[in-house]
């Protein structure tokens, strides 16, 4: 009897070790799933930019000409040097224009005497009409004594009229000299820099021929194109970005300033202005520079 009860706990035992040893399997396979790692997020979409290139350009700008023929008889401009609106670069003979000048000043100065001198005497005979008036009055003298006096009082008020007239003519004269003299001295238009000379000492020029090129360093401003979907979404004072290739690392902040309110049909785009802020830094005119500009939504 008691060998039958030892074997039945011995099968009792058995079957509830193989139970547990089961049972531990399905439970790690329940828990994989959750340990697994989640999935990352989708990245946020950059934000678009439109994008267009062109030329670094100044307002003032300028190809200084000749006025007038003549000879180079003194150089002071050289590239690369900055000057001052007014500021003299070089200068042409003016020994002619010069004589001329002081001939006309001393013209002046004789016709401006002779009026003096006309107009006094127009006094003298204003004067004498005056009294020989009272005489006819008083029956001193006879209508036609009192009718020369008046006569000869009107003319000299015509001739004053006339050497003011050639007073008039002479400062004409002299002002006209005082500007040919002006055009041979060559002179800086405005604040900048030297960019050119293309003229030597002794050089003979003609009216027209380029003597010098100047060009400001700023305000600095880009004209650039941009397709045609852009029109309508640019606006006056917009911030966008400007860098340029041939100044690695540098970008500028600029404003639009102009945007063309018609498409070039030619091409399908539109042409804006934009100028940069701040300190021109390394940037310098005539360098090819690129714009970004956030799309608007």
């Known amino acids: 009897m008691k060998p039958m009860v030892t074997g039945v706990v011995?099968?009792?035992?058995?079957?509830?070790?193989c139970g547990c040893s089961s049972s531990q399997p399905s439970v790690m396979a329940a828990s994989a799933p959750a340990s697994a790692t989640p999935a990352a997020a989708p990245a946020a979409p950059r934000e678009p930019m439109w994008t267009g290139s062109g030329p670094l350009v100044v307002e003032n700008q300028v190809d200084l000409a000749a006025q007038r023929d003549g000879v180079v008889v003194q150089i002071l401009g050289e590239p690369g040097m900055r000057v001052k609106a007014g500021q003299l670069?070089?200068?042409l003979d003016d020994r002619q224009i010069s004589t001329d000048l002081e001939a006309a000043r001393a013209k002046t100065s004789s016709t401006a005497a002779d009026l003096q001198n006309w107009k006094a005497e127009?006094?003298?005979l204003d004067a004498d009409y005056q009294r020989a008036q009272k005489m006819w009055e008083a029956n001193l003298i006879t209508k036609e004594q009192l009718e020369h006096a008046r006569?000869?009082?009107?003319?000299?008020?015509w001739d004053v009229k006339r050497v003011e007239q050639?007073?008039?003519?002479?400062?004409?004269?002299?002002?006209?000299?005082?500007?040919?003299?002006?055009?041979?001295?060559?002179?800086?238009p405005f604040s900048g820099v030297v960019a050119r000379r293309?003229?030597?000492a002794g050089q003979r020029v003609a009216s027209g021929d380029r003597l010098f090129w100047v060009t400001a360093e700023g305000p600095l401003r880009i004209r650039f194109t941009l397709p045609e979907q852009m029109i309508g979404r640019l606006r006056a004072g917009q911030e966008i970005e400007v860098a340029s290739p041939?100044?690695?690392?540098?970008?500028?902040?600029?404003?639009?300033?102009?945007?063309?309110?018609?498409?070039?049909?030619?091409?399908?785009?539109?042409?804006?202005?934009?100028?940069?802020?701040?300190?021109?830094?390394?940037?310098?005119?005539?360098?090819?520079?690129?714009?970004?500009?956030?799309?608007?939504?």
Do not use: C, F, W
């Open 166 to 188: 050639l007073l008039v003519n002479a400062q004409a004269s002299e002002r006209s000299l005082e500007l040919e003299l002006e055009k041979t001295h060559i002179r800086a």
């Open 10 to 17: 011995s099968a009792l035992a058995l079957l509830l070790s």
């Open 198 to 200: 293309y003229i030597r």
């Open 89 to 91: 670069l070089a200068k």
């Open 246 to 297: 041939d100044v690695p690392g540098e970008t500028r902040k600029a404003r639009i300033v102009e945007v063309s309110p018609v498409v070039d049909p030619a091409s399908g785009t539109i042409e804006a202005l934009a100028q940069l802020q701040g300190r021109p830094g390394a940037m310098r005119p005539g360098m090819t520079a690129t714009v970004r500009i956030p799309n608007p939504r």
């Open 122 to 124: 127009a006094k003298v």
């Open 151 to 157: 006569y000869k009082a009107e003319s000299d008020v």
